[in-house]
């Protein structure tokens, strides 16, 4: 088999009794600086902790940030070398995205994530892992239509054509069951005709150990050159997504309203990128009275510094515009991140938000796209005493990844 591989080294092994082998297929390009990269090789791990041998396949991708080439992802993502990853041959048609228009590079992807699944599916049924997972539901069709034991991992229900192979995936029997990654992701699926038998609800999740026995905030600002005696608000994740704003607008216009008020603005800091969208934000900025100093914009660092940036934050901030995504489909990573370091959140007023925070007890809720009452939940933050440790009910990716093993072992004994 032509491959490259990252071979894992020693295994931590816990009780419970995981298949021997899981194969995670990733149609994307780790190591990458989006989310999905973060979760997928955090959820390897996890399988890794509770005991299970573990790939990583995806394709070989170029990468266009000249920062990510040649970095291993054990590295970039600070995870333990505990699952092999394994590069996949694969012509790269992603390369011409910038080149075609959509109406031509649409289809084109969509007929090599089909070759692709194939491909993928011929592979593994040499390898004969005890149970594939994937997010990618023409991999999983592929997987399960070859036999082999598989479990789809679902952060959006398909739409349109997918929705027809959707319809023919759970009727093969490879097929071990589906994992959601929210209630909404649940209960459109069984509006478009899933069983609910199949699936099961498991969001995304955080190491807690990434939390623990960090510098203290101080010491963490002074590390990241960061001012100590000033009150810091803090976004940490991309500032857009498929040309969706994250929030930042609204951050911007909250923090002006509460500067007069507070008698000087708390620093806004925005840590993720992408760095061409900050000459709007500084000029937003200017528009609403704040200066230069009162904003910071930070490009994406690896996964492994994220809780250092959190660690020095007063508050933490996951602000959503209103959508059918954002109310249905959503598991903010950073949610997780922030109780994690047990600071203060102020968040969108959301059915996934208010899934994900749980009786997170450091929360204030504000409906979406209202600026006064963001301000005010921002003040009232800042004025609440941070825990005194992480708190303990967060969930964790051992927390998803025995969900899957849950429904793929259920699945092999009644299905």
């Known amino acids: ?65 000249p920062r990510l080439r040649g970095c291993s992802v054990f590295d970039f993502y600070g995870v333990e070398p505990c699952f092999a990853v394994r590069t996949l041959p694969n012509i790269d048609v992603v390369r011409l995205d910038p080149w075609l228009p959509e109406r031509l590079f649409r289809p084109l992807f969509v007929a090599h994530e089909a070759a ?42 398909p ?83 498929l040309g969706q704003e994250k929030g930042i607008p609204q951050l911007i216009r909250a923090i002006a309203v509460l500067k007069p008020r507070m008698g000087s603005a708390p620093l806004l800091l925005c840590v993720g990128g992408p760095m061409d969208r900050v000459p709007g934000y500084l000029a937003l900025a200017r528009s609403v009275g704040l200066d230069e100093a009162d904003v910071r914009f930070v490009d994406h660092v690896p996964a492994r510094e994220v809780p250092s940036w959190i660690a020095s934050l007063d508050v933490g901030t996951a602000v959503f515009e209103r959508s059918d995504s954002s109310e249905r489909f959503i598991s903010p990573l950073k949610l997780f991140e922030y109780m994690a370091a047990g600071i203060p959140v102020v968040a969108s007023d959301l059915p996934t938000v208010r899934e994900a925070l749980g009786l997170y007890p450091a929360a204030l809720l504000v409906p979406p796209d209202d600026i006064a009452a963001l301000a005010a939940a921002l003040e009232a933050a800042l004025a609440h005493p941070r825990l005194r440790e992480p708190w303990p009910h967060v969930p964790t990716w051992e927390d998803r990844a025995r969900a899957f093993l849950a429904v793929g072992l259920r699945a092999v004994q009644t299905r």
């Open 1 to 65: 088999m032509e491959m490259g591989t990252e071979p894992p080294t020693a295994r931590r092994h816990t009780t419970g009794q995981p298949p021997s082998t899981v194969v995670f297929v990733a149609n994307a390009r780790p190591p990458t600086e989006k989310a999905h990269g973060h979760a997928i090789v955090k959820l390897c791990e996890a399988f890794a902790r509770l005991g299970a041998e573990v790939e990583l396949w995806h394709p070989r991708r170029h990468q266009f940030d």
């Open 159 to 241: 739409k349109g054509p997918r929705v027809q192979v959707l319809a023919r995936l759970i009727r093969l029997r490879g097929l071990r069951g589906i994992v959601a990654v929210t209630a909404g992701n649940r209960d459109r699926l069984i509006s478009i005709g899933i069983d609910p038998a199949l699936v099961r609800v498991a969001g995304n999740g955080v190491d807690p150990q990434a939390y623990r026995g960090l510098p203290n905030r101080d010491a963490c600002r002074t590390r990241l050159q960061l001012p100590v005696d000033r009150p810091i608000v803090g976004y940490v994740g991309r500032f857009q997504t």
């Open 116 to 157: 692709w699944g194939a491909y993928v599916a011929r592979l593994a049924a040499h390898r004969r892992a005890d149970l594939h997972v994937t997010r990618d539901i023409l991999c999983a069709w592929w997987l399960a239509r070859a036999g082999l034991p598989t479990v789809l991992d679902v952060h959006e229900t």
